[in-house]
């Protein structure tokens, strides 16, 4: 190691003739990103800090990333910046929850957020079917834990004892909080009456493929919250508005009057838009599943699916199609009724 000397004012030399003062009375110096003097000044480090991760956050929030990268991107490149000092700058419960609350409110002000939509499925993980965010308060909590288990282990005493003031906000075991956290986040989101209901509907398939769309986050940020809200139960039908909401008395759906109108009923239950709706949608996908044989047969089509546009009959040498054709079949029940098969799309092959 090179050592300074002293020059004629008492402040070090360096052999490249960099000086280095004593510290003033407000002044401190960085040691590892960390302001200190005498002592680590946290008030200065937490107001910084805080100050970059809403920089951050907000340039994110600002971009046109799909609802998947944007939640990568507030993970590694915002939270991140709370991780490296955790454990070193003592945060309180109080002031990483209120910096949780404020990154869901900027969420909902840059439509990345139904402002109704389970708070508890925002930090469940995306191929669980939450958004897959990380807290601000658990990434604190979990890294001051790995830095507490590090110093305990430690064999140098200087670092023992230095890793007591660690403070870790719970009595946990690190990999306990976090599968702690984990768990209890899904419990809470399933277990709601409202919010978890689309959840405890999907049970069955969940893990399997219900939340592939999850997963790949491909969708515009717009459009993943939304249809999360209507999951939620969070979008202002009458059920809502009546059952928590208290504003009507009438739950009733308003178009047939007959059922509540909560989303499951609107999207597919409901009798007097099964006709336009309903057939609308149904007829969507049909024409993409036709555009799919079109080309496998050799049928006249257009070069993408969604420019298709279904024919009622096409046919060539070897096969002919049908599109939305009633189909005569054998009886089915008791009786000499015979029973009309309605037969959207049908294909024929062999002819
Ligand atoms: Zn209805």
């Given at each position: ?173 690190r990999q306990e909080y976090r599968n702690h956290q984990k768990t209890e ?167």
């Amino acid at each position: 190691m090179v050592r300074g000397k002293l020059n004629g004012r008492g402040n070090i030399m360096l052999p490249n003739e960099t000086e280095i003062h004593e510290l003033e009375d407000n002044e401190s110096y960085r040691y590892l990103g960390v302001m200190e003097a005498d002592d680590i000044k946290q008030s200065e480090m937490k107001a910084k800090i805080k100050k970059e991760y809403i920089h951050r956050l907000m340039k994110v929030l600002k971009s046109k990333l799909t609802a998947g990268n944007l939640i990568a991107a507030i993970n590694t490149w915002a939270v991140s910046f709370y991780r490296y000092r955790a454990g070193i700058i003592q945060w309180t419960k109080a002031e990483l929850q209120q910096l949780d609350r404020r990154t869901r409110k900027l969420m909902t002000m840059h439509k990345g957020l139904h402002p109704r939509s389970d708070v508890d499925r925002v930090y469940v993980e995306r191929d669980q079917g939450g958004r897959g965010l990380m807290s601000v308060e658990e990434t604190v909590n979990y890294e001051s834990h790995s830095l507490k288990k590090y110093t305990e282990g430690s064999p140098v005493e200087f670092i023992r004892t230095a890793g007591k003031i660690i403070n870790t906000n719970s009595e946990d075991g690190r990999q306990e909080y976090r599968n702690h956290q984990k768990t209890e986040r899904k419990q809470n989101w399933h277990d709601k009456p409202i919010n978890g209901q689309h959840l405890r509907q999907t049970e069955d398939q969940a893990a399997k493929e219900t939340w592939q769309w999850m997963k790949r986050g491909c969708l515009k940020r717009e459009t993943e919250s939304l249809i999360i809200a209507a999951q939620d139960q969070a979008l202002r039908t009458n059920y809502r508005k009546a059952k928590i909401e208290k504003s009507t008395n009438n739950p009733k759906c308003r178009l047939c009057k007959q059922k509540d109108e909560t989303v499951s009923h609107i999207v597919i239950e409901c009798s007097k838009i099964a006709q336009t709706k309903y057939k609308g949608w149904h007829d969507k996908v049909a024409s993409a599943v036709q555009w799919s044989i079109c080309k496998k047969h050799e049928l006249p089509h257009t070069a993408k699916w969604y420019d298709h546009r279904a024919e009622a009959v096409l046919e060539n040498e070897k096969v002919t199609l049908l599109w939305d054709f009633n189909v005569q079949t054998d009886k089915m029940e008791a009786g000499d009724k015979h029973h009309s098969f309605y037969a959207r799309l049908s294909e024929f092959t062999g002819k």
